[in-house]
């Protein structure tokens, strides 16, 4: 993509919202030159998945331009990260959809591209073309050792993949689970997923973590075996130290605090991260922000109290996107995401915690409410804007991204892509 250089009308715009922005801070006691470093800190990791078309059961709609191998989508990632103010150089690999050929080779084509590798994420939900042993009825809690081997060999292989990428953490999430009430022995096969992880746990490096994922229903539509973060929660404990839990934001009902399970999480320091997204139904996998941004901006302000917090101990939480785009333009999806999360981010850092925390110890409900809601209804979107600009990013990178001319170029060098019938 050519330099970031913006209509001069955008800057200026610019230029008037973040003194308005800084002067309104200001008067409230608010060091923004701090807040503009700190959101410069703030990074996600793009998935290797993310950047093509997702679908539905219903079917999969091509666009033009769509990657079409794995370098194909490292492009296009390095892209995002430069629109983004190198905010997103890292990638989350998925295995074996994009397991490399010459993972030293890869290693090489991430460092040219200005990219590092982030976490890798095994897949033991799917058969894979010539598998003898089949996940038809489960994979780390399978009745069958054998199925239940095959999968933890999976999953050290996907470590060894990684170990030589320079990962430092596994993410495993599995569809185990019934569809129809005594189909299995719940907590036996909860013991089984336990005892499968173990196996997987126990070969991890040293400096490496291993999440576990959870979701409470699909593919499985009576109960999943990691079904909920308490669930998820127990495993982890039972499985080692170094096992964590990651809360994706489309695995939970509806509604649900997802700002409390982190609050819970990092009180016992099981916390590995997230997988960014948003929801209305279910494992929806829309741009973050797009259905509950306050929910979004409520787990961040529990993120910047864990990271202020001197008795929190290695608080080190990963940031992941997983987001599959049916509809929309994937890149710009994506840019769309890491916008909403710097920017939830920001208004994170701008609550002032000594009220809210003075307010909770009075029980002074509303103020204590209004202490988050002056942060969050701030208008934060100038201090993002500039926190990119200044590593070098776009003020508006949706708008320079289509102005690029990104898409267009790579649809007339990349083949088209044939549209997929659906499951139904």
């Known amino acids: ?48 998945w993310g950047v093509g078309v997702g679908g539905t059961r219903f079917g999969r709609y091509p666009q033009p331009g769509m990657p079409n191998d794995l370098d194909d989508k490292l492009d296009d990632i390095a892209v995002l990260d430069k629109l983004c103010g190198r905010a997103a150089s890292a990638v989350s690999l998925h295995i074996p959809w994009d397991e490399p050929r010459e993972p030293k080779a890869l290693v090489e084509g991430l460092r040219a591209r200005g990219l590092r590798i982030g ?38 292989h996907v470590i060894e993949v990684g170990r030589t990428l320079g990962a430092k953490s596994l993410t495993v999430w599995v569809a185990d689970g019934s569809n129809y009430p005594g189909q299995i022995h719940s907590r036996r096969a909860f013991e089984r997923y336990v005892e499968s992880c173990r196996r997987i746990h126990e070969v991890l490096p040293d400096d490496w973590t291993m999440a576990l994922e959870h979701k409470p229903f699909e593919p499985a539509t009576h109960h999943s075996v990691n079904m ?21 934001f489309g695995h939970h009902p509806t509604l649900y605090p997802i700002d409390v399970i982190v609050a819970m999480l990092v009180a016992d320091g099981r916390l590995a991260g997230f997988h960014f997204n948003d929801r209305r139904w279910a494992d929806d996998d829309c741009t973050a922000g797009s259905v509950a941004p ?30 599959s785009e049916a509809i929309k333009d994937p890149l710009e999806a994506l840019l769309q995401t890491v916008d909403a999360l710097q920017l939830a981010c920001a208004q994170s850092l701008l609550v002032d915690y000594a009220a809210l925390f003075e307010a909770q110890e009075r029980n002074d409900v509303m103020q204590a409410e209004r202490a988050l809601q002056a942060a969050f209804r701030t208008d934060a979107r100038p201090l993002v804007a500039e926190a990119r600009r200044r590593r070098g990013g776009a003020i508006d990178p949706v708008e320079a991204f289509r102005k690029s001319g990104y898409r267009a170029a790579v649809a007339k060098v990349r083949p088209a892509q044939a549209g997929e019938a659906g499951t139904i």
């Open 228 to 248: 909920d973060w308490g669930t998820s929660h127990l495993a982890a404990t039972r499985v080692g130290e170094r096992c964590r839990c990651l809360v994706d």
């Open 119 to 156: 976490s890798v994420n095994s897949n033991t939900f799917q058969d894979q073309p010539g598998q003898e042993l089949s996940y038809r009825f489960g994979s780390l809690a399978h009745v069958d050792r054998a199925v239940r081997d095959r999968a933890v060999e999976h999953n050290r």
């Open 1 to 48: 993509m050519k330099s970031m250089d913006e209509p001069e009308r955008t800057v200026k715009a610019h230029a008037r919202r973040l003194a308005g922005v800084a002067e309104e801070l200001g008067e409230r006691g608010v060091d923004v030159e701090a807040v503009l470093r700190e959101i410069q800190t703030f990074e996600v990791q793009i998935p290797s």
């Open 294 to 323: 306050y929910q979004l901006f409520l787990v961040f302000c529990e993120l910047t109290m864990a990271a202020r917090d001197p008795t929190v101990k290695g608080f080190a939480p990963e940031h992941m996107i997983d987001q």
